[in-house]
């Protein structure tokens, strides 16, 4: 399966013309929701193997450990993980899953298991999407800091609007150049009063 923009939004995943709040301090009018992608896991294991597809072969081979932060970059980790190891010689060490979640002040964590998984070990960081690239930023820093050394981004959808460089390779299923991001409080869709979209 070669996943489209247009498959994308025939599953209900990639959202637009709407308002939305990302959750990192940014609103737009896109939203790829991990909620409609993650519910059929036959889906994502597609969706994954196509983004596998794309990787490099020294890439495949050189990640020790996925990780992404919850919700949608975790099941996608988990799924990649378990996939990569079929594209590798079974003499290949197994590849290992580390997912980053939230502490209860809603600041992304790795947790002290994981930490020790990463320490030492090449990892791919893996997220539904990537809008600012904040999020992939904040989740390179706390691999580092344990230790691990990131190798390169993965994502389902890139907005094109990367505010944060990591000095790795960036790879994605589908790009879409989306709307411009705003900070929420420049929203001018909050400033019209234009409700955030639930679901």
Avoid at 35 to 57: E, N
Avoid at 79 to 107: E, K, N, Q, V
Avoid at 120 to 141: C, E, I, M, P
Avoid at 177 to 182: C, G, L, R, V
Wanted: one cysteine or more; proline letters at 6%; charged letters at 20%.
């Amino acid at each position: 399966m070669t996943t489209s923009l247009n498959e994308l939004k025939s599953l209900g995943v990639l959202m637009v013309d709407s308002h939305f709040d990302y959750g990192n301090g940014y609103h737009g009018t896109v939203y790829l929701n991990p909620h409609r992608l993650f519910q059929q896991p036959g889906t994502i294991w597609r969706v994954a193997q196509d983004l596998i597809a794309k990787l490099p072969v020294d890439l495949v081979s050189a990640t020790e450990v996925v990780s992404g932060p919850v919700m949608g970059g975790t099941l996608l980790a988990h799924t990649m993980a378990g996939l990569l190891d079929g594209h590798r010689p079974l003499s290949h060490p197994a590849c290992f899953f580390a997912p980053l979640s939230m502490d209860h002040t809603g600041s992304l964590v790795l947790r002290r298991f994981y930490r020790d998984v990463v320490r030492g070990k090449k990892v791919l960081l893996a997220d539904d999407v990537r809008n600012t690239g904040t999020t992939f930023g904040r989740a390179k820093a706390l691999i580092e800091d344990a230790g691990g050394i990131v190798i390169a981004t993965v994502q389902i959808c890139d907005r094109l609007e990367a505010m944060v460089e990591l000095g790795v390779p960036n790879i994605a299923l589908a790009e879409y150049p989306a709307p411009e991001n705003y900070p929420a409080a420049d929203c001018p869709l909050c400033k019209a009063g234009v409700a955030v979209a639930a679901f």
